[in-house]
């Protein structure tokens, strides 16, 4: 049987932790694309080399032509300025939606069956510009950013509470932004929900205050690394959360995972991309996992697809040819 084929645009920092985790995993053939010449090669050379020793067996090639993502089954696009300190993820729009732009032309024209997982930001933005410009059902075009910061916030609370991170379960909802919003209130440990641990810790007051300095956290943690790299974003965890996903999708998992899909109707949102919990399976976006918000969460909820809207209202100006 055939190989899945896995094309990557982008073969920068996210670009190449994401071509070795195919490999390792032997989730399928990679195809490496970039601008840059020979750098997508390079890499991709780097990592076959070394095949015998991570004992996989998939073929992975460097590229600069949109031709070989040919026949993908999905693609995963990096492509696009990362931020330095003290940048936004919203600073980006002007030169990423253009990228967005060219790339989304070559997978339309070169890969037009395949399932698209966005990773550049701004990252709701760049979904839905994706989406527009091939055309593909939304259910094969939707954006990484929930399953990386649920992540974090999940290691917070592990870290906070002595506990192993694959016993929380906590997710983060809304655009992948500073507006993105931490479900407090479903935040557990195996079923056992956090906020009762920090209060039995803690007390009601402090255990309010600890949580609230996890949010926070969670909320900033893009930016948290981005100081500290001093050049560039972070890389290694965008990378596994994206592949998580692919994976979900290649393996027909029906995982239930936080992704940026586009909503109709579902949490009070109509016709805009922002992070839901979706089921995640051969189909792609299988289905959304809507639930119950209270009054406070919807009211954050809406400011972060507010904070969406305001993006996807510049666009036309940097794109007006769309
Ligand atoms: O969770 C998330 N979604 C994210 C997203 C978490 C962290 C960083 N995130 C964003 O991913 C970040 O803000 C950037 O917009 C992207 C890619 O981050 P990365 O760290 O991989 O950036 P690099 O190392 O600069 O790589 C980008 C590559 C680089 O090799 C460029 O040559 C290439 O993109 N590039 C292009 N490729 C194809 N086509 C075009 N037009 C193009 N322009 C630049």
Known sequence: MARAKISLIGGGQIGGVLAQLCALRELGDVVLFDIVENMPQGKMLDIAEVARVD???????????YADIAGSDIVIVTAG????????RDDLLGVNAKIMKQVSEGIKQYAPESFVIIISNPLDAMVTLCQKITGFPPERVMGQAGVLDSNRFCSFIAWELGVSVRDVNAMVLGGHGDTMVPIVRYANVNGIPVMEQLVRKYGEAKAKEVMTAMVERTKMAGGEVVKLLGNGSAFYSPASSAIAMAEAILRDQKRVLPTC??????????????????ILGAGGIEGIMEFELDAEEQALFDNSVAAVKGLIDELPSILPDM
Do not use: H, I, W
Request: glycine fraction near 14%; proline fraction near 8%; charge should be positive.
């Open 55 to 65: 004992q996989f067996d998939v073929n992975l090639k460097g590229t600069n032509s």
């Open 261 to 278: 899909a586009l909503l109709k109707g579902e949490f009070g949102v109509d016709n805009y991309y922002v992070g839901v919990p979706c």
């Open 81 to 88: 300025l990362p931020r330095k300190p003290g940048m936004s």
